[in-house]
């Protein structure tokens, strides 16, 4: 639970750059011992989500906007390997959940709802992360999904997926459709890496 709230505040960018994290007042805000909350912060700590200054209180680690630059390259290279291992092996419900996603994201994208459409093409990557089944291909995407989520909430919110993107989506979903894993890990890579467009773009 202590994670979770912690996680999902980081994330949100409602806990900002530099603001310092007093176990006991977090405790008490959501119930419970400063123990969970001290565990908490440590696994945040090992994420890079928190640091911790000798003798000093911990407190959320900085974030700048060309961070993103810095994320998308490795988060686009682990996702299109995990489109390389996964696409031989794709089931027909895969598909069904990547188009899907893929209409949702359109759809919030009409609606000028950049948070739904991230969430949206996430889900969509998500799909072949999951059937790549390689539990440090995950773990990697995990982490960096997260520090992209945060310097996205703080610096890019009224940014997200487009048109584009959905027809990036387009081609990937076909090259799983052939089975063909050459063309799913080039046109993820090349979706990811349009990302870096963002990078240095600060809005907030």
């Known amino acids: 639970m202590a994670y979770a709230y912690l996680r999902?505040?980081?994330?949100?960018?409602?806990?900002?750059?530099?603001?310092?994290?007093?176990?006991?007042?977090?405790?008490?805000?959501?119930?419970?011992?400063?123990?969970?909350?001290?565990?908490?912060?440590?696994?945040?700590?090992?994420?890079?989500?928190?640091t911790s200054p000798p003798r000093r209180r911990p407190k959320v680690a900085?974030?700048?906007?060309?961070?993103l630059a810095q994320i998308v390259a490795p988060l686009g290279a682990l996702q299109a390997l995990a489109a390389q291992l996964a696409a031989p092996y794709a089931t027909d419900d895969d598909v069904a959940a990547m188009r899907s996603?893929?209409?949702?994201?359109?759809?919030?994208?009409?609606?000028?709802?950049?948070?739904r459409a991230r969430l949206a093409d996430m889900a969509f990557h998500r799909v072949l992360v999951s059937r790549a089944d390689n539990r440090f291909i995950t773990s990697c995407i995990d982490s960096l999904e997260m520090h992209t989520s945060r310097v996205v909430s703080l610096?890019?919110?009224?940014?997200?997926?487009?048109?584009?993107s959905a027809r990036e989506h387009a081609e990937i979903i076909q090259a799983v459709v052939d089975h063909d894993a050459g063309a799913a890990a080039k046109a993820t890579r090349s979706n990811y890496l349009r990302g870096l467009s963002l990078a240095g773009e600060e809005e907030a």
């Open 8 to 50: 999902t505040g980081l994330v949100e960018g409602r806990l900002r750059p530099g603001e310092i994290l007093d176990d006991a007042t977090i405790a008490q805000e959501i119930s419970v011992s400063r123990t969970p909350v001290r565990e908490a912060l440590i696994q945040l700590e090992r994420e890079g989500m928190v």
């Open 62 to 67: 900085e974030a700048r906007p060309d961070d």
């Open 101 to 115: 996603h893929n209409s949702e994201l359109l759809q919030a994208v009409e609606d000028g709802d950049f948070a």
């Open 155 to 164: 610096y890019f919110r009224n940014r997200g997926p487009d048109g584009e």
